[in-house]
C-alpha cells in the first residue's frame, strides 16, 4: 500500500500503514489448517467436555500472543436430548418409516463418533404425539396464510415444512399459533441437496441422510439465556433473578430429518395437490393434506441450567482504554462445525497471531482491543448476548464490534454492516490480498459484477466502485452489540457451495474437499477481521459515516410510506419522521467534514459520533419485544434471520395497525432527533 494513501479517520496514515503491513504478513494459512484440524477434532457441542477442550486451546493461543485471557462462564437454561423418534404410518396402518436414520455417506472418516449428538432442536419442547400431517412449504407466515385460505385445519395437525426462507424458530412460532401439535423440519433437495448439485462425498451437496439441527428459540423475541432476559447469567446469580422460558420457547415438539426421512411421509400425503412454488425436489408430486399418513413425534428433551465459557483476551489501549474495539467469534458447534464457527475461530486466532506480533515489537492499540470466542452461540446466542448484558456499562462506549461465524465455505467476500461502517469495511478490503488476485475488494466486485449479470436484465448498472454491504438482521453474535447495546457492528464472511450446514458433515474432510483445500481464505479472513480492529483502534477520528446513515434511513422512511398507502393506511403522517431525517443528514453532512479534516478535541468528536448511535435506541424497546431497542434495525418477528428496517414502524405497517405505526413514527422521529441534536452539539 502506498505510504501516501488517505485513509478516513486519520489525519496522516503513514504511521499506522506500516503497522498494518506488518499485520498483514503474519496471518498464516498453514497454521490457521492445523488450528482447524484441532478445533474441528471432535465435536464440540456447547456445555461438553469436547467444548471445554477447545476453551482452554484457545485460550492458551490467546495467552501465547499477548493477551490478557480469561476464562467468562455463565450458567444458562440448555436442552440436551434424550429421545428422538418419528414413525410414519398409512392408512392402513402399514409403518412407511421410523427413525431418525443415522447420517451416514461413504468415506467420511469422522461421522461414526459416538459424541456426534443426534439430530435435535435447541429450545423444543418434549412431548409425544400423533397426528395428521399438513405440508406447509418454508413455513413463512404468507405459507400459513396460504394453508387458512385453503381452510386447512392445523389444530392437532403435525406440520411438516422445509428449511429455508426465514429462520425455523419461526416456522415452529406461527406453526403453535394456528394450533399445531407438532413440527417437522427437513431439508428439501430442492433447496441445499441433489437439485443444486452433487451431493458430498461427490460434491459440496447435502446427502440424502444429512439433517440440519438447529435452535428454534423465539430469538426475535430475545435471545440469550431465556430464563435471563437483560440480567446476565453468571455463576452467582440467584434463581429468584430468573424468568419463565415461557415467552421464549415453543411449546411444541418440533423434530428435524433428513430428505431421506421425509420422503416416505410426504409421498403418501393426500389432499390438494400444492400450489406450484412449492413443489420440492423430490421426485413426485406433493400435496397439502391431510390424509393419508399419520405421524407420532416422540422427543425428551433434558433441560437443565448448564455452564457454558466465554475466552475473553484483552490488549489494553493506550490512550483510550475504556474505548473498546470487540472482535468475536463463536465456537461452539453442533457437531464438529468446521465451517461454522471453527472457520471463523481458526480466522480469529490467526488475526490474534498477527496482532501478537506487533505488541511483541512494541506496538500498543490507542483503543482497547478485545477478542472474545463465543459459547453457546447455537442455542440463541447465548455466550456474546450474556456477556453484552454484563458489560452494559462499557458498551455505551465501545466503539465497534466485528464479528465473524461462518467465515470460509468458499471463496466470495461477503459483509453486512450498519450503515456507518458500509464505508469503512469496504475501504478497508481494497488493502487486503486476495487468493484469486489483486484485492479483496477487486474479487469482491467482479463476484457482485456477475452476481449482478445473472439476476437483473435491464437493472442499472452498477458502479464499479461500490459493492452491496447487506443489513444486519440476525442470527449471529452481533445481536446482543448492535440491536440491545447499540455497538456499531459488522459480519464478514468468504461463501460457496455449502450443502452440510449443521450437520455432522460439516467436518475436516468436507472442507478440505469443498470450501478451501490450502486455507488462503482462512488467511484472507484472518487479514481482514485483523485489521478491522487494528484500524478502528488506532484511528484519529471514529470513521463512521453518518451521511450514508441518513441516506439509507430516508430510503427506509420512502419506501415504508410507499407500503402504508399501498395497504390503506392512508392518514399515517410521515412528515416529522422525514423532517427529523432531513435535520440528521444536514447534522451528519457538517460532521463529515469535520472527520475529514480532524483537528482540535478529538475525544470530544469521538465521543459524540458514537453516541449518536446510541442515540438510535428507545429505552422502553419495540413493541413486544422490549429487548430489542434499535431503532434502526432488528430480526424480523416473521423472518427471524433477515433484518427489518425501521421495525417498530414497518411490522405495524404489515399488521394493518394504524395507531401502533403512527406512535411508532413519533418514537422513531424522537430517536432522529436525539441522533441529529447529539451530532449538532459538537457541531454548535
Ligand atoms: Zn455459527
Excluded at 280 to 300: E, K, M
Excluded at 478 to 500: C, E, K, N, R, W
Excluded at 644 to 665: S, W
Amino acid at each position: 500500500m502506498a505510504a501516501t494513501q488517505a485513509v478516513f479517520g486519520y489525519s496522516n496514515f503513514d504511521a499506522e500503514s506500516k503497522i498494518e503491513e506488518k499485520f498483514l504478513t503474519v496471518p498464516d494459512a498453514r497454521l490457521a489448517g492445523q488450528e482447524l484440524k484441532t478445533l474441528t477434532a471432535e465435536p464440540h457441542l456447547a456445555a461438553t467436555p469436547g467444548d471445554r477442550r477447545t476453551v482452554d486451546y484457545v485460550a492458551q493461543k490467546f495467552r501465547a500472543a499477548g493477551l490478557e485471557t480469561e476464562i467468562v462462564p455463565y450458567r444458562v437454561l440448555l436442552n440436551q436430548p434424550k429421545v428422538v423418534r418419528v414413525e410414519a404410518h398409512d392408512a392402513a396402518g402399514k409403518l412407511l418409516m421410523s427413525g431418525p436414520t443415522p447420517e451416514h455417506v461413504d468415506n467420511d472418516p469422522y461421522q461414526d463418533d459416538p459424541n456426534v449428538v443426534m439430530p435435535f432442536n435447541s429450545s423444543s419442547a418434549s412431548g409425544d404425539v400423533n397426528g395428521e400431517v399438513i405440508y406447509a412449504n418454508y413455513g413463512r407466515l404468507e405459507d400459513f396464510n396460504e394453508l387458512a385460505a385453503q381452510h386447512i385445519d392445523l389444530h392437532g395437525k403435525i406440520v411438516i415444512c422445509r428449511y429455508g426462507m426465514n429462520f425455523r424458530g419461526v416456522k415452529v412460532y406461527i406453526a403453535e399459533q394456528r394450533g399445531a401439535a407438532g413440527v417437522l423440519i427437513y431439508s428439501d433437495p430442492q433447496d441445499d441437496g441433489y437439485y443444486k448439485g452433487d451431493p458430498y462425498p461427490i460434491g459440496p451437496w447435502r446427502p440424502e441422510t444429512g439433517v440440519q439441527r438447529g435452535s428454534v428459540q423465539y430469538l426475535f423475541k430475545y435471545p440469550g439465556d431465556p430464563e435471563t432476559p437483560g440480567v446476565a447469567s453468571t455463576p452467582d446469580l440467584p434463581d429468584s433473578a430468573r424468568v419463565s422460558p415461557d415467552g421464549n420457547q415453543p411449546h411444541i415438539v418440533s423434530i428435524p430429518i433428513s430428505y431421506h426421512d421425509a420422503a416416505p411421509i410426504l409421498e403418501a400425503l393426500k389432499g390438494p395437490s400444492v400450489p406450484q412454488g412449492w413443489q420440492g425436489a423430490l421426485p413426485f408430486r406433493y400435496h397439502l393434506g391431510p390424509g393419508g399418513v399419520t405421524v407420532h413425534l416422540v422427543s425428551q428433551q433434558d433441560y437443565q441450567r448448564r455452564t457454558i465459557w466465554d475466552v475473553i483476551g484483552k490488549i489494553p489501549g493506550s490512550e483510550y482504554p475504556n474505548d473498546w474495539v470487540v472482535v468475536g467469534n463463536h465456537r461452539d458447534a453442533w457437531v464438529y462445525g468446521a465451517v461454522d464457527p471453527s472457520s471463523g475461530t481458526a480466522a480469529m486466532l490467526e488475526a490474534v497471531h498477527g496482532v501478537g506480533a506487533l505488541l511483541r515489537e512494541g506496538w500498543r492499540p490507542k483503543r482497547t482491543i478485545v477478542f472474545c470466542s463465543w459459547d453457546a452461540e447455537e442455542e440463541g446466542l447465548i455466550g456474546s448476548t450474556e456477556w453484552v448484558e454484563q458489560h452494559a456499562a462499557e458498551m455505551n462506549h465501545a466503539v465497534a464490534y466485528f464479528n465473524v461465524d461462518v467465515a470460509v465455505s468458499g471463496p466470495d467476500f461477503s459483509a453486512s454492516a450498519v450503515p456507518s461502517l458500509k464505508q469503512f469495511i469496504r475501504d478497508l478490503t481494497r488493502d487486503v490480498p486476495s487468493p484469486a488476485g489483486g484485492t479483496v475488494f477487486e474479487q469482491w466486485r467482479v463476484y457482485h459484477a456477475n452476481d449482478e449479470t445473472h439476476r437483473a436484465v435491464g437493472a442499472a448498472s452498477l458502479d464499479l466502485n461500490q459493492v452491496h454491504v447487506g443489513d444486519l438482521g440476525s442470527g449471529s453474535d452481533y445481536t446482543p452489540f448492535l440491536q440491545h447495546a447499540g455497538v456499531p457492528s459488522t459480519d464478514i464472511g468468504s461463501d460457496g457451495s455449502y450443502g452440510v450446514y449443521h450437520s455432522t458433515f460439516d467436518d475436516f474432510a468436507w472442507y478440505t474437499q469443498n470450501a478451501d483445500p490450502h486455507f488462503e481464505y482462512l488467511q484472507e479472513m484472518a487479514r481482514v477481521l485483523g485489521l478491522e480492529a487494528v484500524r478502528m483502534a488506532d484511528t484519529d477520528v471514529l470513521p463512521y459515516d453518518y451521511v450514508a446513515y441518513a441516506r439509507e434511513i430516508s430510503g427506509y422512511l420512502e419506501a415504508a410510506k410507499t407500503k402504508a398507502r399501498e395497504t390503506g393506511l392512508n392518514s399515517l403522517d410521515f412528515t416529522p419522521a422525514e423532517t427529523a431525517a432531513a435535520r440528521l443528514t444536514e447534522a451528519a453532512q457538517r460532521i463529515h467534514a469535520l472527520e475529514a479534516s480532524p483537528s482540535g478535541d478529538l475525544a470530544r468528536l469521538n465521543g459524540t459520533l458514537r453516541e449518536t448511535e446510541t442515540a438510535l435506541l428507545t429505552e422502553s424497546g419495540l413493541p413486544n419485544r422490549p429487548w430489542y431497542r434499535h431503532t434502526i434495525y432488528a430480526p424480523g418477528e416473521y423472518t427471524g434471520y433477515a433484518a427489518v428496517v425501521i421495525p417498530g414502524v414497518n411490522e405495524a405497517i404489515d399488521a394493518k395497525d394504524a395507531a401502533r405505526a403512527a406512535q411508532q413514527l413519533a418514537v422513531l422521529a424522537q430517536a432522529l432527533d436525539r441522533a441529529a441534536q447529539t451530532l449538532d452539539q459538537f457541531n454548535r
